[in-house]
């Protein structure tokens, strides 16, 4: 690990306008992800910003009947939460999909949603990534696909996004609140939130130099059942393969989102219309203009009948 400073911020404005003035810092909060790829030398910040005192870590209900989510309450407080289990099952369920308890523990709103691709050309230092080091090409295209995207990928990287909760995030319509340097805020829809890899791998959200988020805010509940499945490799401690998020009412209408196909948790709302019609229906929307590789075609398969399962879960 290379060296660092260190400053714990005041405010989250201080935060966002610490990190403006110094371009190899990065924030940290629960650094289950962070500090893993400084290890590693993948992310070498000559700085870091401490924002864990920012008293950004509670659950408030909002004027239109939601839930504002802080930046820093934790996976497990998030997943806990009696109003999130009663209301928001699917994102309760995603967050236990993911991880394992200790980390849970430790890792926050905002960092989840900010986690890096374990894409393993992207932790191997010696292979090609676009997304470590911009313009040095994609060693994973060619390679070893079978964890790899089948939606949205470009020439520049096929990497999926790991986050469980990010797909509950989307389905729900969530939205992220920031603050940026000269202490203005704004709200980026989820859907605008996570980038496609295009030419710019290495730009993976919408979040300027030096933004912070300050929290996460859901709508008002959508009633109807809500179902998270995770198929992966092993029973825990392990990213998707395939996984869904849907919620679905009595009469057979709903959403539903897929996660550990592309580089973005990924949702076509036009595929929701036909929940009614069943998961095939469902699936030739949501993967239309896929492009799977030998190792990894499987996925299309894999993510129709998990769908199929979901839905016929959700009838019972």
């Not at 400073?5 to 610490?18: D, F, I, L, V």
């Not at 300027?208 to 009633?223: K, S």
């Not at 998270?228 to 401690?237: C, E, G, I, L």
Request: proline letters at 5%; one cysteine or more; charged letters at 20%.
């Amino acid at each position: 690990m290379k060296p660092f400073t260190y400053e714990r911020a005041r405010s989250p404005a201080e935060a966002a306008a610490a990190a403006a003035r110094n371009p190899a810092a990065k924030f940290i909060a629960g650094g289950t992800n962070l500090l893993d790829l400084m290890k590693l030398q993948i992310e070498a910040p000559g700085h870091l910003i401490d924002v864990n005192g920012l008293a950004l870590d509670t659950i408030e209900p909002t004027a239109q009947g939601g839930l504002r989510i802080g930046a820093l309450v934790r996976n497990t407080a998030l997943a806990a939460d009696e109003r999130v289990r009663r209301d928001y099952g699917v994102l309760s369920r995603a967050l236990l999909a993911g991880a394992s308890g200790q980390l849970r523990n430790k890792a926050t709103t905002a960092g989840n949603l900010l986690q890096r691709t374990r894409c393993p050309y992207f932790y191997d230092t010696e292979q090609a990534c676009n997304k470590r080091r911009p313009g040095s090409g994609c060693s994973a295209i060619g390679g070893v696909t079978r964890q790899h995207a089948v939606l949205g990928a470009s020439q520049a990287c096929i990497a999926t996004h790991p986050s469980d909760m990010a797909v509950a995030m989307r389905l729900l319509d969530a939205s992220v609140e920031t603050v940026r340097p000269g202490g203005s805020t704004r709200v980026i829809p989820i859907a605008d939130f996570h980038r496609l890899p295009g030419d710019t791998p290495h730009i993976e959200t919408a979040l300027e130099a030096g933004e912070l988020i300050t929290a996460v805010t859901v709508p008002p509940p959508l009633g109807g059942t809500h179902l998270y499945r995770k198929v992966r490799d092993r029973a825990s401690y392990a990213f998707a393969l395939v996984s869904v998020a849907a919620v679905v009412q009595r009469d057979g209408s709903g959403r539903v989102a897929l996660g550990g196909v592309a580089h973005r948790p990924w949702r076509v709302e036009a595929a929701d219309a036909a929940l009614p019609q069943g998961a095939k229906a469902v699936a030739e929307r949501l993967l239309a203009g896929a492009q799977a590789s030998h190792d990894n075609a499987f996925k299309l398969t894999l993510a129709e009948r998990t769908l199929g399962a979901v839905l016929a879960q959700a009838r019972t």
